[in-house]
């Protein structure tokens, strides 16, 4: 059976890519396994908000989402992130091919919590047989949207998109790529992390902002068979990795 990488690269992470994360790409592609990429784009979304003076806003890590902050999240994320990434894996000779909700209905979602959130969205489908068509060929690079059943375009959590893709696609590992070097405790970096810590240092607001979600994420694919997860700044590096409760 073909083997699944899914890697999420967060919009910070975008502009900070080494050749050793290209070089390793091309090795996993050249050994065979599928890869999907799923792009953030958070710190493209906040400039062209801040531009056009709209407020930033987040709940638990999550952008509070109005009908004018969803039009510029589509524009930062297509028209902005994914280019970005795409121009940089194509100059490395990675065939890539870009894609979004819309591509075939590739991506469907609904709404969280309108009253709360906005246009804000959890994936409840993906049209697997076309995602894995177009990953026997290429190396997908998949955009944090979703529409809903009636068309409405939703903004999603990158880290959320790429779990649900992970565990719906039966990824063998799923990589969350940051702008840290992991979970950081007391100034280092937390080598393994379970759900237990997780919400404890959820709690105690040692884990904070987009890293709950993120956190969340994780938890999420492991607990649902994905073998190996893990947070990092760097594809070569072990980060924080996501284990399963520890029996005491
Ligand atoms: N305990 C923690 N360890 C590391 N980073 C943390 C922690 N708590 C909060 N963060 C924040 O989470 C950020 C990563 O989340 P986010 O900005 O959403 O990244 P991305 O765009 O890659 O998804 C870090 O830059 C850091 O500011
Ligand atoms: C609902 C929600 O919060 N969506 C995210 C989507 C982009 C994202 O996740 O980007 P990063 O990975 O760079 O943080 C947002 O609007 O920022």
Same mark, same amino acid.
């Given at each position: 059976m073909t083997k699944?990488?899914?890697?999420?690269?967060? $919009?910070?992470?975008?502009s900070q890519l080494n050749a050793t994360f290209f070089d390793q790409i091309a090795q996993w592609y050249r050994q065979h396994y599928q890869i999907l990429i799923v792009h953030g784009g958070g710190p493209m979304i906040n400039r062209l908000t801040t531009q056009l003076a709209l &407020?930033?806003?987040?709940?638990? $890590?999550?952008?509070?989402?109005?009908?004018?902050?969803l039009a510029l999240t589509?524009?930062?994320?297509? $028209?902005?992130?994914? &280019?970005?990434?795409?121009? #940089?894996l194509t100059q490395h000779q990675l065939p890539v091919l870009g894609l979004n909700a819309a591509d075939n209905q590739l991506l469907t979602g609904e709404l969280i919590d309108y009253q709360q959130l906005g246009y804000v969205g959890r994936l409840t489908g993906i049209n697997h047989s076309q995602l894995m068509q177009l990953l026997a060929h290429h190396i997908g690079v998949l955009a944090p949207l979703a529409l809903t059943k009636t068309g409405q375009w939703l903004n999603v959590n990158a880290d959320m998109a790429a779990t649900v893709l992970a565990q719906q696609l039966h990824a063998e590992k799923l990589v969350l790529l940051t702008d840290v070097p992991g979970i950081m405790h007391h100034g280092?970096?937390?080598?393994?992390?379970? &759900? #237990? #810590?997780? #919400?404890?240092l959820i709690r105690t607001a040692v884990i904070t902002a987009g890293m709950? &979600?993120?956190?969340?994420?994780?938890?999420?694919?492991?607990?649902? $068979?994905v073998r190996q997860a893990v947070i990092t700044n760097a594809i070569d590096q072990p980060g924080t990795a996501i284990i399963q409760e520890v029996a005491v």
């Open positions: 699944l990488i899914v890697i999420k690269i967060g $919009g910070q992470a975008i &407020p930033v806003h987040k709940v638990n $890590g999550l952008r509070v989402t109005d009908a004018a902050t589509k524009l930062a994320l297509l $028209g902005d992130a994914q &280019p970005a990434l795409l121009a #940089q280092n970096v937390m080598t393994s992390l379970s &759900p #237990q #810590q997780a #919400q404890r709950q &979600p993120k956190v969340q994420a994780a938890i999420a694919a492991i607990q649902t $068979g």
